[in-house]
């Protein structure tokens, strides 16, 4: 119970209550095991409650009618999804997968909608997090309609070496090590046949270097001169 209450504290909406009440709201966290490439949750289904990473990595994303796939947002330890349903009551907005061993935890929607009304500092965070996503959307809307494939895949590299990139949460300044192709292809709208093109062009103006599975940053301002090409 103590070791949830602490992982509580480190979801945003939860950081400011005091140790008894993050006691009592970790009896009521419901967890759940998940190997890599579990669903969590699907796209449609009634809303079960707020979700949260309490260790592991997930991605939330949507599937075209083609079968194309388009993350909306990466998240790791303490970071929440599936809170918009929580809050409007509709279903779930996307689907929800494991991305590599993880451990969810589920909080119902009740006990969560009771804070936000009795506690104004959660409300205030509830606010600040869905303003910060709402935020982040915008920007991958403009970088799709205005920005070429390389200079996507550059701005998304920088600006995970810069620990602000938009669509991920909970992963501090080295999340361009842990992104596969297909990842960073899903995130920045495009196929990962084209990605790889990207980046043999970022990698050919020394800008990184490929190791098997992981992208090494060797100049960010290069990145950052690509990615407003």
């Not at 993350?71 to 929580?86: A, E, K, S, Y």
């Not at 935890?105 to 506690?119: C, H, M, N, R, Y």
């Not at 809307?141 to 998304?156: M, N, Y």
């Not at 999340?175 to 990962?192: D, F, K, N, P, Y």
């Amino acid at each position: 119970m103590v070791t949830m209450a602490n992982t509580l504290r480190q979801v945003p909406y939860f950081a400011d209550l005091d140790d008894a009440r993050l006691r009592a709201l970790a009896a009521s966290v419901r967890e759940r095991a998940c190997d890599a490439g579990t669903m969590v949750l699907l796209e449609g289904e009634p809303c079960k409650g707020l979700g949260f990473v309490v260790s592991g990595r997930v991605k939330v994303f949507k599937v075209s009618a083609e079968g194309k796939e388009q993350v909306l947002r990466l998240l790791g330890p303490g970071r929440t999804f599936n809170d918009v349903p929580v809050f409007d009551g509709g279903p779930n907005p996307g689907s929800i997968q494991a991305v590599e061993p993880s451990v969810i935890g589920t909080l119902p929607k009740a006990i969560v909608q009771e804070l936000v009304e009795s506690q104004p500092k959660v409300a205030a965070a509830v606010i600040r997090v869905l303003a910060s996503r709402l935020r982040s959307l915008t920007l991958v809307i403009e970088d799709l309609s205005l920005r070429g494939v390389v200079a996507r895949v550059a701005k998304l590299l920088y600006d995970c070496t810069q620990g602000r990139p938009a669509l991920v949460e909970g992963s501090g300044g080295t999340c361009h090590h842990r992104l596969t192709q297909h990842e960073i292809a899903t995130m920045t709208g495009s196929v990962r046949e084209v990605v790889q093109r990207a980046l043999k062009t970022l990698e050919r103006d020394g800008a990184i270097r490929m190791e098997r599975a992981r992208v090494v940053v060797l100049d960010a301002q290069a990145l950052e001169r690509w990615s407003e090409s």
